[in-house]
């Protein structure tokens, strides 16, 4: 029997999309008689140029407009997607700018309410302040909801000549005039009554959102060392199915009893599928926690060949990992105050440690924003020794304990993001501390630099079954692992590389735990002289 059952927890990652709602206010009058007619363009950069994506309605003078047209925009959490808002007065023969204002995506969608209110601009006009923009990002609307089904059968047709049947159903849709398969329960041993266990389908993938669209239900005896024994099929849609709660089973090669060959009940529950963005316009913080190596295998940093060496022209791997990464995380953290440790170096005591504040503060670790990060690995080079060996197992516990915390104030999810040169040698001691953490709002993200073969690694970052220590398995998968190297040294690659996973990871832990996104926040007042 092909497996084919559907994973609600791994289903494809479809593109999401948001569409961005703008409005200004108090803008400069460019016109004598009349106001200004006010359109807003807006354009996405891509590599060094502007690719024009949407441009509002024109609104005839109106100097505060609401504009109806919207800007539909492909939304990448890995990605910085850099926009540019040009406000143009638009006349019959010309147009003159009033101002612009650019950001990423990530900054509106990761604002309170998911909207900001910004200050136009024109540089070198003669009124710097040319009014403001606001700007509101909402999810596409999508279809959300899924179908629970806990299926029994009733009365099925005995089929083995000895025992009873070993029934399973397979569910098909109607698609192009042939029947696609979609789904296929388990196996349940011996029995003409059987119970299976309750499953999920998108709707998107049942039936496209139509409660008519025809569904076919086969039922099979399963057979260890010969083909399945076909018990019998009916067609239904999934309106009839919630109404009537049960299908007569047909084989219409049974001539007794018309082809009858059992029930097939059905308890159905619509639900709704919620998305990562659900959670960040409800709120949900991502707060980063980034841990770097120090042990003796990166080399003496005021040497050029090490992995630490502080080029006074192009940064070093780490450095570049900790922007990539950290300058797309900090969008969705609303203090933008990260705690920053090292590991595998020895402090001015002289005491190797495996899990220790690079700003010096044990009890106050965080640090602001990005450019924090990167000054206290500065310092944290002149103050503490390269040692070894290179363990993670403490880092990894700290984390945890920081993400436990996190979670009790609210919707908070922990990104703990390991930068090493190397593979670990408390690999036993790593894993059981993930296991222990994938119970925990957390993801783990390692960055490998340098050369190594980093071939226990490979261990951690568990895609095709989940992490084991052979008495315990972790609840999900947590770990994405990346060598630098794999990705030609482009920051902007390893951001799309290790984070690709966290969107399906926070929502994986959301549905786990029964959490719903908040409704959306108010937005902060706009503040005139923010920037």
């Known amino acids: 029997v092909i497996d084919c059952r559907w994973n609600i927890m791994q289903q494809p990652n479809l593109q999401t999309s948001v569409v961005l709602h703008i409005h200004c206010s108090n803008l400069v009058n460019l016109d004598v008689t009349s106001k200004s007619d006010p359109q807003v363009t807006v354009e996405l950069k891509q590599g060094n140029s502007w690719t024009h994506l949407g441009r509002t309605e024109i609104a005839k003078n109106n100097l505060n407009p609401k504009f109806t047209t919207a800007i539909n925009v492909a939304y990448f959490f890995e990605q910085t997607q850099d926009l540019r808002f040009t406000v143009m007065d638009v006349d ?3 147009s003159d700018l009033i101002g612009t204002y650019e950001c990423t995506l990530a900054s509106i969608v990761g604002s309170r309410g998911s909207q900001i209110t910004k200050p136009l601009m024109k540089i070198g006009a003669h009124k710097t302040r040319r009014g403001e923009i606001t700007i509101l990002a909402e999810e596409l609307a999508q279809l959300r909801e899924s179908v629970v089904f806990r299926l029994q059968g009733n009365h099925l047709d005995k089929k083995d000549l000895f025992g009873k049947s070993d029934p399973y159903v397979i569910i098909s849709k109607m698609r192009g005039g042939e029947w696609l398969k979609i789904h296929q329960t388990e196996v349940v041993m011996k029995t003409l009554d059987p119970q299976w266990q309750s499953f999920t389908i998108p709707m998107a993938l049942l039936n496209g959102g139509d409660y008519n669209a025809h569904l076919k239900f086969d039922c099979f005896d399963w057979d260890k060392h010969s083909s399945h024994d076909f018990i019998g099929s009916a067609e239904t849609s999934l309106k009839d199915l919630m109404e009537k709660k049960s299908v007569q089973l047909i084989n219409p090669k049974k001539k007794k009893h018309n082809g009858t060959a059992g029930m097939l009940s059905a308890d159905i529950t619509i639900t709704k599928t919620y998305t990562f963005l659900d959670y960040i316009i409800g709120g949900c913080q991502i707060s980063l926690m980034v841990a770097i190596d120090f042990t003796a295998s990166n080399g003496n940093p005021q040497q050029q ?6 080029n006074p022209i192009e940064p070093n791997e780490y450095q570049k990992a900790i922007s990539a990464v950290g300058s797309i995380l900090e969008y969705y953290d609303s203090d933008k105050r ?7 170096g020895a402090l001015p005591t002289g005491i190797t440690s495996h899990c220790f504040a690079l700003n010096g503060n044990p009890e106050h670790p965080e640090v602001d924003r990005v450019g924090g990060i990167l000054d206290a690995y500065r310092m944290a080079l002149d103050n503490v020794a390269l040692s070894g060996p290179t363990n993670f197992k403490n880092i990894i516990d700290a984390a945890a304990t920081f993400s436990a915390i996190q979670a009790e104030t609210g919707q908070v999810y922990t990104v703990l993001l390991i930068i090493t040169d190397g593979d670990i040698t408390d690999i036993d001691d790593t894993i059981d501390s993930i296991i222990k953490a994938s ?5 783990i993200i390692i960055v ?8 226990a690694m490979n261990r951690l970052d568990s895609d095709d079954r989940l992490l084991s220590n052979g008495r315990q398995t972790a609840q999900r998968d947590i770990v994405q692992f990346v060598p630098f190297r794999n990705c030609g040294q482009d920051p902007d690659r390893l951001a799309r590389e290790v984070l690709a996973e966290v969107p399906d990871q926070v929502v994986g832990w959301m549905k786990m735990r029964n959490i719903v996104p908040n409704e959306r926040p108010p937005p902060p007042p706009f503040a005139p002289d923010s920037e």
């Open 92 to 94: 019959d023969h010309d």
């Open 305 to 310: 060949t090490s992995l630490h060496y502080r």
């Open 338 to 344: 990260f705690p920053v440790y090292g590991f595998g």
């Open 439 to 443: 119970s925990l709002p957390l993801s």
């Open 448 to 455: 490998g630099v340098g050369k190594s073969g980093f071939t």
